[in-house]
């Protein structure tokens, strides 16, 4: 659908005036704000209109700013009609890193038909983690709540509080009940969700007061992939290996890998 100057000009004033003027300013050489590049990375015009949608919607009632950033997404505080907190996750029709996700398909048989190009890319690595994220729903995995999804934009519920999100385990002190609890969410994950993390490391794993929580689903895939044990050894040597860095003695992760296997 093609937007019109003044239909894109008053959605995008709706959407973006708060998110602008919180935005974590990524300054230019010259120390200025550059808005026309935060518009083109992540406010393109069709996920203007899906934010505008979700506002009609009562998904969302606006959206603050940056809370964190990554290679393909970048996650938005917002709020909803209710003051609840929402973590906006917003996945870049830009980013070329989705031609490089294709072994997490491709293989996954819950994803046989795969359209070329990047903006059909993105938009199935969103609907893939929204699936991922209700599979965890379902089998009581402690895993970010998915709460809707349109496009490219994943609405979520907001780790923290007041737009602050809770810190993941690199940047914590953890403990010998941090590793077991670990280690037991990517157990239940393959034996209870069907699912292999493929991306479980420090990085991404919420501590909070309640325990631990997970994000990132994008790369989950069904255990009938091809690649499903390959990737679970590797998610289970990556967190072995930093809770070792932390001077914990743990399991041997071989040993683990067997009896989930079993």
């Given at each position: 659908?093609?937007?019109?100057?003044?239909?894109?000009?008053?959605?995008?004033?709706?959407?973006?005036?708060k998110?602008?003027?919180?935005?974590?300013?990524?300054?230019?050489?010259k120390?200025?704000?550059?808005?026309?590049?935060?518009?083109?990375?992540?406010l393109?015009?069709?996920?203007?209109?899906?934010?505008?949608?979700?506002?009609?919607?009562?998904?969302i009632?606006?959206v603050?700013?940056?809370?964190?950033?990554?290679?393909e997404?970048?996650?938005?505080?917002?709020?909803?009609?209710?003051?609840?907190?929402?973590?906006?996750?917003?996945y870049?029709?830009t980013?070329?890193?989705?031609?490089?996700?294709?072994?997490?398909?491709?293989?996954?048989?819950?994803?046989?038909?795969?359209k070329k190009?990047?903006?059909?890319?993105?938009?199935?690595?969103?609907k893939?983690?929204?699936?991922?994220?209700?599979?965890?729903?379902?089998?009581?995995?402690?895993?970010?709540?998915?709460?809707?999804?349109?496009?490219?934009?994943?609405?979520?519920?907001?780790?923290?509080?007041?737009?602050?999100?809770?810190?993941?385990?690199v940047?914590?002190?953890?403990?010998?009940?941090?590793?077991?609890?670990?280690?037991?969410i990517?157990?239940?994950?393959?034996t209870?969700?069907?699912?292999?993390h493929?991306?479980?490391?420090?990085?991404?794993?919420?501590?909070?007061q309640?325990?631990?929580?997970?994000?990132?689903?994008?790369?989950?895939?069904?255990?009938?992939?091809?690649?499903?044990?390959?990737f679970?050894?590797?998610?289970?040597?990556?967190?072995?290996?930093?809770?070792?860095?932390?001077?914990?003695?743990?399991?041997?992760?071989?040993?683990?890998?067997?009896?989930?296997?079993?």
């Amino acid at each position: 659908m093609m937007l019109s100057d003044e239909l894109e000009n008053k959605v995008a004033k709706r959407i973006d005036r708060k998110v602008l003027a919180n935005e974590r300013r990524e300054k230019s050489p010259k120390g200025v704000f550059d808005r026309n590049k935060v518009l083109d990375d992540v406010l393109d015009k069709t996920t203007i209109m899906t934010l505008s949608k979700m506002i009609n919607s009562g998904i969302i009632s606006y959206v603050n700013g940056v809370v964190g950033s990554g290679k393909e997404s970048k996650v938005y505080w917002a709020v909803d009609p209710t003051g609840r907190d929402i973590a906006l996750k917003i996945y870049l029709v830009t980013a070329t890193n989705f031609k490089k996700r294709l072994p997490y398909l491709i293989g996954d048989p819950r994803f046989s038909s795969i359209k070329k190009g990047t903006r059909n890319m993105v938009e199935l690595w969103a609907k893939k983690e929204f699936r991922n994220l209700n599979q965890c729903v379902k089998a009581d995995i402690p895993a970010v709540k998915p709460i809707s999804l349109i496009k490219n934009v994943l609405a979520l519920e907001f780790v923290g509080k007041g737009g602050v999100p809770d810190p993941t385990l690199v940047g914590t002190e953890v403990t010998y009940d941090d590793y077991k609890q670990s280690i037991l969410i990517i157990s239940d994950l393959y034996t209870k969700a069907k699912l292999v993390h493929a991306d479980f490391s420090e990085y991404n794993v919420f501590k909070t007061q309640k325990g631990l929580v997970v994000l990132d689903f994008g790369s989950s895939v069904d255990i009938r992939h091809q690649n499903a044990k390959e990737f679970l050894e590797r998610d289970i040597t990556n967190i072995t290996r930093f809770f070792v860095k932390r001077g914990l003695t743990v399991e041997n992760p071989s040993d683990i890998f067997a009896r989930i296997m079993n």
